[in-house]
Nanobody
Framework: QVQLVESGGGLVQPGGSLRLSCAAS????????MGWYRQAPGKQRELVAA???????NYADSVKGRFTISRNIAKNTVYLQMNSLKPEDTAVYYC?????????WGQGTQVTVSS
């Protein structure tokens, strides 16, 4: 099992940047995949970005070139750097961890992009 705690959300103007953090309660090398999902009102939760234990990354087409997922092994933390934010990026962002095909979720952090 793992506990995941997100931080870093908030209100930002279009074109701005935010960095989300996800702190894990165990060594993230032991987590098969860590990722960020988001859910906007009235929409399904969608994958934003993911990183495997071998550092392979994957991004949704809508965020490629704007968002970057990374990790700090020493801090057991995964980050999502979000640049050039758009109003359509507004959502609750959730950290996800997969261990032996079991999913674990954080509580979510709100990101609002608005002028």
């Amino acid at each position: 099992q793992v506990q995941l705690v997100e931080s870093g959300g908030g209100l930002v103007q279009p074109g701005g940047s935010l960095r989300l953090s996800c702190a894990a309660s165990r060594n993230i090398f032991s987590i098969d995949v860590m990722g960020w999902y988001r859910q906007a009102p009235g929409k399904q939760r969608e994958l934003v970005a993911a990183i495997t234990s071998r550092s392979s990354t994957n991004y949704a087409d809508s965020v490629k070139g704007r968002f970057t997922i990374s990790r700090n092994i020493a801090k057991n933390t995964v980050y999502l750097q979000m640049n050039s934010l758009k109003p359509e990026d507004t959502a609750v962002y959730y950290c996800n961890g997969v261990i032996a095909m079991s999913d674990y979720w954080g509580q979510g952090t709100q990101v609002t992009v608005s002028s």
